[in-house]
């Protein structure tokens, strides 16, 4: 899950897209490698709204797949570690909300819940960089 666009200039809503942004690297094999992204392979995204009312803070999970190898709450987790990371301080309490398939919905909804009462000053998914 890439979590920074490292050589751009950019403003919240770029900084989400670029979460699940596809990540195919240049190589030289026979074969392309494909796209590492984990967070786009499972077809995940995020969406943010300053506007002129409240905040919101979206992840799209109507699609979701669990990409092979990985295990579907620490993708999830991830993601929201990653988000937690590019959030502006005025949305640093706005609350997560979120659309799956009915699938899906009840196991995101408790990951989504954790993340909306977790303390996101502090790491919420894996180690700080």
Not at 2 to 21: F, K, V
Not at 28 to 47: W, Y
Not at 79 to 106: D, G, Y
């Amino acid at each position: 899950v890439t979590c920074y666009a490292w050589n751009a200039q950019t403003y919240l809503g770029d900084a989400l897209r670029y979460i699940s942004a596809k990540n195919v690297p240049p190589n030289f094999a026979k074969e392309p490698s494909g796209d590492l992204n984990v967070a786009s392979t499972s077809h995940l995204s995020f969406e943010s709204d300053l506007g002129y009312g409240v905040p919101k803070l979206v992840m799209k999970a109507d699609e979701f797949v669990v990409t092979e190898g990985f295990d579907r709450e620490d993708i999830v987790k991830a993601c929201l570690e990653c988000v937690r990371r590019v959030l502006p301080a005025k949305m640093i309490q706005t609350p997560l909300t979120f659309s799956a398939s009915a699938e899906n919905k009840e196991w995101m909804g408790k990951i989504v819940d954790e993340f909306n009462r977790h303390d996101r000053s502090k790491v919420f998914f894996g180690r700080e960089p």
